[in-house]
Nanobody
Framework: QVQLVESGGGLVQTGGSLRLSCAAS????????MGWFRQARGMEREFVAS????????RYRDSVRGRFTVSRDRVNHTALLQMSSLKPEDAAVYYC?????????????????WGQGTQVTVSS
């Protein structure tokens, strides 16, 4: 079993920043790619960012590239998503996920454990 607990969501103005954290336990964090997904109200859940097991490779959806940065803290078993220049269209519930793969993945089906989600609201 893997437990993932997200934190750091909240309300921010357009142009503001937030940092999401995902604390992982239960499976070797160091051998799992991690991903971030989001689901806006009434929309399908979508890929946001992924980071490889060793932190050397990252992947982003086009709309967040250059504004969001995914990273991982291997000592504290935490995945991070730094979000800057936030836009109203970034508002969603953000989920972190753990994969059995080592490399970056952007498909939800490649992730087998998910956190409960954290709400990000961006006011215009």
């Amino acid at each position: 079993q893997v437990q993932l607990v997200e934190s750091g969501g909240g309300l921010v103005q357009t142009g503001g920043s937030l940092r999401l954290s995902c604390a992982a336990s239960g499976r070797a964090f160091s051998t799992s790619a991690m991903g971030w997904f989001r689901q806006a109200r009434g929309m399908e859940r979508e890929f946001v960012a992924s980071i490889s097991w060793d932190g050397r490779t990252t992947r982003y959806r086009d709309s967040v590239r250059g504004r969001f940065t995914v990273s991982r803290d291997r000592v504290n078993h935490t995945a991070l998503l730094q979000m800057s220049s936030l836009k109203p269209e970034d508002a969603a519930v953000y989920y972190c996920a753990s994969s059995t793969y080592l490399g970056v993945r952007d498909s939800q089906s490649d992730y087998d454990y998910w956190g409960q989600g954290t709400q990000v609201t961006v006011s215009s």
